[in-house]
Nanobody, 125 residues
Framework: QVQLVESGGGLVQAGDSLRLSCAAS????????MGWFRQAPGKEREFVAA????????YYADSLKGRFTISRDNAKNTVYLQMNSLKPEDTAVYYC??????????????????WGQGTQVTVSS
């Protein structure tokens, strides 16, 4: 069982930056594809970014390319989401997820076996 703990959320103003972290308990973390998803009030969970087990491949929601960057440090069992030029529409609960079977990363929530509890990001205008 992999436990994922997100951190780094908070209340910021439009144009600010935040870096989210997701720490994994599993020592085989380096073999998992990792992803970030978000869910705004009244909306479905949506894909944000994903990264392969090695960090060599990354994927982003088209609307977020250029502002968000996903990365990972396998030595620290941690995946990051750097968010720049934040907008009020980025307000959501952000979740990280781990996929054992899709090690190259996936944009589909059903490919992920484990989910964190989420961290709130609120962007004021």
């Amino acid at each position: 069982q992999v436990q994922l703990v997100e951190s780094g959320g908070g209340l910021v103003q439009a144009g600010d930056s935040l870096r989210l972290s997701c720490a994994a308990s599993e020592r085989t973390f380096s073999s998992y594809g990792m992803g970030w998803f978000r869910q705004a009030p009244g909306k479905e969970r949506e894909f944000v970014a994903a990264i392969s087990w090695s960090g060599g491949s990354t994927y982003y929601a088209d609307s977020l390319k250029g502002r968000f960057t996903i990365s990972r440090d396998n030595a620290k069992n941690t995946v990051y989401l750097q968010m720049n030029s934040l907008k009020p529409e980025d307000t959501a609960v952000y979740y990280c997820a781990a996929s054992r079977r899709v090690s190259y990363g996936s944009t589909y929530p059903y490919h992920y076996n484990y989910w964190g509890q989420g961290t709130q990001v609120t962007v004021s205008s």
